[in-house]
Nanobody, 127 residues
Framework: QVQLVESGGGVVQAGGSLRLSCAAS????????MGWFRQAPGKEREFVAA????????YYVDSVKDRFTISRDNAKNTVYLQMNSLKPEDTAVYYC???????WGRGSPNPYEYDYWGQGTQVAVSS
């Protein structure tokens, strides 16, 4: 059974950093693209970052470029999201997602491209 488990969320002051992890199990994920999305209270889920199957391509929403970095360790079946210079508007539940429908996937900002989702981890940034 495929499972994605996020960790690393918490409360941090503006300007601080957090590193989110997404541990995948139930299948080998090294051939598939992965993504991070977030949902703030009262807002729709939005794309944050995506990474291709081999880590060669990364995509970011404009609001996090130069602050967030997505990476992956295929040997550990884990994807990371390093978040620096955090702002109050980054407060949200962050979700990891896997696109298991496309082998050698490049990654996508479209949430409908992703087949499996984690339960989310809360990130709160205080001003």
């Amino acid at each position: 059974q495929v499972q994605l488990v996020e960790s690393g969320g918490g409360v941090v002051q503006a300007g601080g950093s957090l590193r989110l992890s997404c541990a995948a199990s139930g299948r080998t994920f090294s051939s598939y693209a992965m993504g991070w999305f977030r949902q703030a209270p009262g807002k729709e889920r939005e794309f944050v970052a995506a990474i291709s199957w081999n880590g060669g391509r990364m995509y970011y929403v404009d609001s996090v470029k130069d602050r967030f970095t997505i990476s992956r360790d295929n040997a550990k079946n884990t994807v990371y999201l390093q978040m620096n210079s955090l702002k109050p508007e980054d407060t949200a539940v962050y979700y990891c997602a896997a696109d298991l429908g496309t082998v050698w996937g490049r990654g996508s900002p479209n949430p409908y491209e992703y087949d499996y989702w984690g339960q989310g981890t809360q990130v709160a940034v205080s001003s």
